[in-house]
């Protein structure tokens, strides 16, 4: 895992990635912090943060497009899956070099808070949560792009996918505002996961009949539900959809409360993409 | 040392390895031949743990691939298709991520790698950026890969390709020497590279072994004639009617003239009937030299081109 994790930090500084990556989120971060803080003399470095995160999002493919991509076009990956190294540890090792290159990035803007403090009084502990919570908004955001970066051979689409989808995650909280928020659409809603459920279920075993059962117990469940607690289908599109709601989270590092909550949630978060990554690439294995 | 039994492996309705049995001795190098397509580098893939199998199982010194992957993949050194090298690391630096992900640690790691560096000759760019090297040297810094920890199984998959003569002979000289304390499984699309190093030859075609055997037991089994190709100064008619009267001969062709004044020969003589005698008799006679005379054994080339074409089954 150390193996893999020294392999990429020195692809990245040894391919222009790694820099431009890093350059890009300095350049922003230095500019934000000239405007909002020097300019109008506000000791307020969390906004700086929380205005980085577009940017953010706009370049985390370039650190992730490679990742999987590479391997699998230059068929690099048949060496890594032949030697005695298991695949989760392939992958991790892989996402945590991703990790440290951003954990880098962030440890030199700390210059910014440490310029301020010699100018006037910066809340250390409002500092520091802002910190935490924008390294573990983009590890989760990282571990999209890794698990997007193993679909595919090809480094434009990956990147390309990851863009899509992190703008995805920058308006839903915006979509889920305007979405009805009525009991018939959140049924509706249940009744249309459950069919997906049971298509996904139909494409991983291609039997008819367990997904046809899957489908029916599915529709049945929410039927149930419905009668016993009707109730817990108002909003419930909101409700799932704000799953995914990554910025909605970070807004509490940035206003200052530290709770463990979101920090769970960009835990699991990241955890979850990884294993999917992990299973994708095993897939490819037996397909 | 290495066990497959009822390997098969489907792409969708693509049946690309089809209940592939076979065993590996211990020390022995055993040539992998085929057309292109034929599933030769997919049972590599699946041997190496790669991809896994559909149905069967690889056992690599009794312990399976895809049970315990680790253990099976310790003693495998794989050289695939397409060497695996980071264009962007040097030689030095793609060897020593190479000993970091095999795990091998202490002192002789060094010396191992310094070691395999001379062993195919590619001390010289050890400093140089994989991308920028040819062809050749690419290849050698895979087999180099392939090699690191001295696993004891070896499975190199076209092993010179894109090597110029010299080389051919050297990385075919290093496979035999290696040949002495490891079990190697190599493929190729050559021929005489298969019979100068293997010991045994399977030949798959369509994902089913048509033939197994060592290479001269292969050449001595399908012929069922020897043959003989001659020149001789003399009339072309007078020639083969000489010919005509000798013994054992099943078949007499003419090639034609390819040489003033003389005539080209083909006879096809009874295997039990050794001709060159009274055929040298028979024309001193007659008082025309003889010119030319080869022995046109079967060939692995013939054997080849008759198991995968014909679908016959050999034994």
Same mark, same amino acid.
């Given at each position: 895992?150390?193996? &893999?994790?020294?392999?990429?930090?020195?692809?990245?500084?040894?391919?222009?990635?790694?820099?431009?990556?890093?350059?890009?989120?300095?350049?922003?971060?230095?500019?934000?912090?000239?405007?909002?803080?020097?300019?109008?003399?506000?000791?307020?470095?969390?906004?700086?943060?929380?205005?980085?995160?577009?940017?953010?999002?706009?370049?985390?493919?370039?650190?992730?497009?490679?990742?999987?991509?590479?391997?699998?076009?230059?068929?690099?990956?048949?060496?890594?899956?032949?030697?005695?190294?298991?695949?989760?540890?392939?992958?991790?090792?892989?996402?945590?070099?991703?990790?440290?290159?951003?954990?880098?990035?962030?440890? &030199?803007?700390? &210059?910014?808070?440490?310029?301020?403090?010699?100018?006037?009084?910066?809340?250390?502990?409002?500092?520091?949560?802002?910190?935490?919570?924008?390294?573990?908004?983009?590890?989760?955001?990282?571990?999209?792009?890794?698990?997007?970066?193993?679909?595919?051979?090809?480094?434009?689409?990956?990147?390309?996918?990851?863009?899509?989808?992190?703008?995805?995650?920058?308006?839903?909280?915006?979509?889920?505002?305007?979405?009805?928020?009525?009991?018939?659409?959140?049924?509706?809603?249940?009744?249309?996961?459950?069919?997906?459920?049971?298509?996904?279920?139909?494409?991983?075993?291609?039997?008819?009949?367990?997904?046809?059962?899957?489908?029916?117990?599915?529709?049945?469940?929410?039927?149930?539900?419905?009668?016993?607690?009707?109730?817990?289908?108002?909003?419930?599109?909101?409700?799932?959809?704000?799953?995914?709601?990554?910025?909605?989270?970070?807004?509490?590092?940035?206003?200052?409360?530290?709770?463990?909550?979101?920090?769970?949630?960009?835990?699991?978060?990241?955890?979850?993409?990884?294993?999917?990554?992990?299973?994708?690439?095993?897939?490819?294995?037996?397909? | 040392?290495?066990?497959?039994?009822?390997?098969?492996?489907?792409?969708?309705?693509?049946?690309?390895?089809?209940?592939?049995?076979?065993?590996?001795?211990?020390?022995?190098?055993?040539?992998?031949?085929?057309?292109?397509?034929?599933?030769?580098?997919?049972?590599?893939?699946?041997?190496?743990?790669?991809?896994?199998?559909?149905?069967?199982? #690889?056992?690599?010194?009794?312990?399976?691939?895809?049970?315990?992957?680790?253990? #099976?993949?310790?003693?495998?050194?794989?050289?695939?298709?397409?060497?695996?090298?980071?264009?962007?690391?040097?030689?030095?630096?793609?060897?020593?991520?190479?000993?970091?992900?095999?795990?091998?640690?202490?002192?002789?790691?060094?010396?191992?790698?310094?070691?395999?560096?001379?062993?195919?000759?590619?001390?010289?760019?050890?400093?140089?950026?994989?991308?920028? /090297?040819?062809?050749?040297?690419?290849?050698?810094?895979?087999?180099?890969?392939?090699?690191?920890?001295?696993?004891?199984?070896?499975?190199?998959?076209?092993?010179?390709?894109?090597?110029?003569?010299?080389?051919?002979?050297?990385?075919?000289?290093?496979?035999?020497?290696?040949?002495?304390?490891?079990?190697?499984?190599?493929?190729?699309?050559?021929?005489?590279?298969?019979?100068?190093?293997?010991?045994?030859?399977?030949?798959?075609?369509?994902?089913?072994?048509?033939?197994?055997?060592?290479?001269?037991?292969?050449?001595?089994?399908?012929?069922?004639?020897?043959?003989?190709?001659?020149?001789?100064?003399?009339?072309?008619?007078?020639?083969?009617?000489?010919?005509?009267?000798?013994?054992?001969?099943?078949?007499?062709?003419?090639?034609?003239?390819?040489?003033?004044?003389?005539?080209?020969?083909?006879?096809?003589?009874?295997?039990?009937?050794?001709?060159?005698?009274? /055929?040298?008799?028979?024309?001193?006679?007659?008082?025309?030299?003889?010119?030319?005379?080869?022995?046109?054994?079967?060939?692995?080339?013939?054997?080849?081109?008759?198991?995968?074409?014909?679908?016959?089954?050999?034994?």
């Amino acid at each position: 895992m150390l193996a &893999i994790l020294k392999k990429e930090l020195n692809t990245y500084f040894k391919s222009m990635t790694g820099y431009i990556f890093m350059a890009s989120l300095l350049f922003f971060v230095g500019l934000f912090f000239v405007l909002t803080n020097l300019m109008r003399m506000s000791p307020q470095y969390n906004s700086v943060l929380s205005n980085i995160t577009f940017v953010f999002m706009l370049i985390v493919p370039i650190l992730t497009m490679r990742l999987m991509a590479e391997e699998a076009k230059q068929k690099t990956d048949q060496l890594l899956l032949t030697s005695p190294i298991s695949l989760p540890k392939i992958v991790i090792g892989k996402y945590l070099g991703a990790v440290s290159v951003l954990l880098l990035t962030l440890m &030199i803007t700390f &210059i910014y808070p440490l310029i301020l403090s010699t100018m006037g009084t910066v809340n250390w502990g409002e500092v520091f949560g802002g910190y935490i919570g924008f390294f573990l908004f983009g590890s989760a955001l990282i571990a999209v792009g890794l698990f997007i970066s193993s679909l595919t051979d090809n480094q434009v689409i990956a990147a390309v996918a990851t863009f899509t989808v992190l703008l995805l995650f920058w308006f839903i909280d915006a979509i889920i505002s305007s979405l009805p928020a009525d009991q018939t659409s959140g049924l509706i809603f249940a009744a249309i996961l459950a069919a997906a459920i049971a298509f996904v279920f139909y494409t991983a075993t291609r039997n008819w009949y367990i997904s046809g059962g899957i489908f029916l117990l599915g529709v049945l469940a929410v039927a149930a539900g419905y009668f016993i607690k009707p109730s817990i289908y108002s909003g419930l599109i909101a409700k799932v959809l704000s799953w995914f709601s990554l910025l909605s989270r970070y807004q509490d590092f940035s206003l200052g409360i530290f709770s463990i909550s979101p920090i769970v949630y960009y835990i699991s978060f990241s955890s979850v993409f990884v294993y999917l990554t992990v299973r994708m690439l095993e897939k490819k294995r037996w397909s | 040392m290495i066990q497959v039994e009822n390997l098969t492996k489907r792409y969708g309705q693509h049946l690309a390895v089809d209940s592939i049995s076979f065993t590996v001795e211990t020390g022995e190098i055993l040539g992998f031949l085929g057309p292109n397509g034929a599933g030769k580098s997919t049972t590599m893939n699946i041997l190496t743990g790669y991809i896994s199998a559909t149905e069967g199982q #690889a056992l690599i010194n009794g312990i399976d691939i895809l049970e315990q992957p680790e253990e #099976a993949k310790k003693m495998i050194g794989y050289l695939p298709e397409f060497p695996p090298l980071y264009g962007d690391m040097t030689v030095s630096e793609y060897l020593d991520f190479v000993s970091d992900i095999k795990g091998i640690t202490g002192a002789n790691r060094k010396k191992n790698m310094e070691k395999i560096m001379d062993l195919v000759k590619i001390g010289d760019v050890r400093g140089r950026m994989i991308k920028n /090297l040819s062809k050749g040297y690419k290849q050698r810094v895979g087999l180099a890969q392939s090699l690191l920890g001295n696993p004891e199984v070896l499975i190199l998959d076209e092993p010179t390709v894109g090597l110029d003569p010299k080389q051919i002979i050297e990385i075919r000289n290093l496979i035999k020497d290696l040949g002495k304390d490891h079990t190697i499984i190599l493929s190729s699309h050559i021929l005489p590279e298969v019979s100068a190093v293997c010991e045994r030859v399977i030949i798959i075609n369509k994902g089913k072994i048509v033939a197994s055997d060592t290479p001269d037991n292969l050449s001595r089994g399908l012929g069922n004639s020897s043959r003989l190709n001659l020149r001789i100064a003399g009339q072309e008619k007078s020639v083969l009617k000489a010919i005509q009267e000798l013994h054992g001969i099943i078949h007499l062709e003419s090639l034609g003239v390819r040489e003033p004044g003389t005539v080209d020969v083909m006879v096809e003589a009874d295997p039990n009937v050794d001709l060159r005698r009274p /055929l040298f008799h028979a024309m001193a006679r007659a008082s025309y030299p003889i010119l030319m005379m080869k022995s046109m054994d079967m060939t692995l080339e013939d054997i080849f081109l008759q198991v995968t074409t014909q679908e016959k089954e050999v034994r």
